[in-house]
């Protein structure tokens, strides 16, 4: 059975919000990051919108380096608050469009929506809707991308930015996928990509044109993941969390490593309401807790602690995890990852509910 699965990415998401909070901005190169002190800051661009891009400015690049290319650009610092706060409003407008609902960064998620439907073309329309309802809602725009699998969504959402909507149906991921940049598939980053054109692959239709022995003799397990993500066989389901029958978690990643307790609590905070979610969905009891930690260089720890009981207590979750965390509180280093883990539970029956008023007019 053909599935299919949204990826909604928003548009140059910290730009976009703050042009909607102060619209004289718009049509102006805005660029959110470091601030470039006449060109003799440091630091990098966080995000930056289309006009800017247009420069050559993007994600990463040196603050001073886009000053160069762009003084007369309007300069801003991040308010990682604000965004948060947008965020949040985002996800639960799409959150209600189905059951299946993983968020996976600030300004991404995917859904599924083969249980609703299992046509292409109301699905588009569904993504117009919501598009329209975060337009309308929260004033900024969305790209979604329509596919039977997370990675195609994923690379299809990227296609027709800003704001638009891409669709790979299952006969039309090869012509879709032939003629791409190998960098467009996500797991192909600036490392891999060297390997892949050594060996004289550079855009995906070279993948694609391969049998999946001799991709794997040159490429090993990377290599078959890589054959599989373009010949539509990426099974992964749309999930929250990693829920299997002995554990539930979840984890983030900073963009910037920090070593400010106040961003760690919330961090914290965030990871284990958005478990708990999950948690009272499942009907899930637990006894053991953990913590994983990991600190720039990537070293990476767990401490867990067992109870003598089953529990459900979202309150207590985060003292046990503040306490475990108190061990690493006095390192010196900077976090990178912070997750929570909740395992040897008992479940009870599972219940679902998908919101049906949404689709009474599709
Ligand atoms: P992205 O979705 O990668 O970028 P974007 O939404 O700004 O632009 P696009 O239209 O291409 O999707 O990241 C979302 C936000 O995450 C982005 O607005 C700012 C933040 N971010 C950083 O702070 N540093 C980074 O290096 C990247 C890639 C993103
Ligand atoms: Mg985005």
């Not at 003799?40 to 990463?60: D, F, M, P, Q, W």
């Not at 390997?195 to 004289?200: F, L």
Request: hydrophobic letters at 35%.
């Amino acid at each position: 059975m053909t599935r299919i699965i949204f990826h909604c990415d928003l548009d140059c998401f910290f730009a976009a919000i703050e042009i909607r909070d102060n619209p004289q901005f718009k049509g102006k190169p805005v660029i959110i990051g470091a601030d470039p002190k006449g060109g003799k800051g440091r630091g990098v661009i966080s995000t930056c919108n289309y006009e800017a891009r247009k420069y050559g400015l993007h994600s990463a690049m040196p603050i001073s380096r886009a000053y160069k290319r762009c003084p007369h650009g309007i300069y801003l610092k991040p308010d990682g608050k604000k965004y948060y706060k947008v965020s949040r409003e985002v996800m639960g407008i799409l959150e209600t469009y189905s059951e299946e609902f993983q968020k996976v960064g600030t300004d991404e998620a995917y859904l599924e929506v083969t249980n609703i439907t299992n046509s292409f073309v109301k699905a588009e329309r569904i993504a117009k809707k919501i598009q329209k309802e975060i337009l309308s809602k929260v004033g900024i725009t969305i790209s979604i991308g329509i596919a039977p699998t997370k990675s195609l969504a994923k690379i299809a959402s990227d296609e027709n930015k800003p704001n638009g909507i891409t669709i790979v149906k299952p006969d039309n991921i090869h012509e879709f996928l032939k003629d791409m940049d190998i960098t467009r598939i996500p797991g192909i980053g600036k490392k891999s990509k060297v390997y892949y054109y050594k060996n004289g692959i550079r855009k995906i239709g070279d993948i694609i044109s391969k049998p999946l022995p001799k991709i794997m003799k040159l490429f090993g397990k990377h290599g078959s993941w890589i054959w599989k993500v373009v010949n539509g066989l990426d099974n992964r389901q749309v999930k929250e969390f990693h829920v299997d029958r002995k554990s539930i978690s979840a984890e983030r990643t900073f963009y910037t490593d920090t070593d400010n307790f106040n961003e760690i609590l919330s961090r914290f905070e965030e990871i284990n309401e958005s478990i708990h979610k999950s948690v009272i969905k499942h009907q899930i009891t637990y006894k053991t807790v953990t913590l994983k930690i990991r600190f720039e260089g990537f070293q990476t720890f767990t401490r867990s602690k067992t109870l003598p009981f089953h529990i459900q207590d979202k309150d207590y979750i985060l003292n046990i995890i503040l306490d475990l965390f108190r061990e690493f509180s006095n390192s010196n280093k900077k976090v990178r990852l912070l997750g929570i883990k909740l395992s040897n539970f008992e479940r009870n029956s599972k219940t679902r509910q998908t919101n049906l008023a949404k689709y009474a007019l599709i």
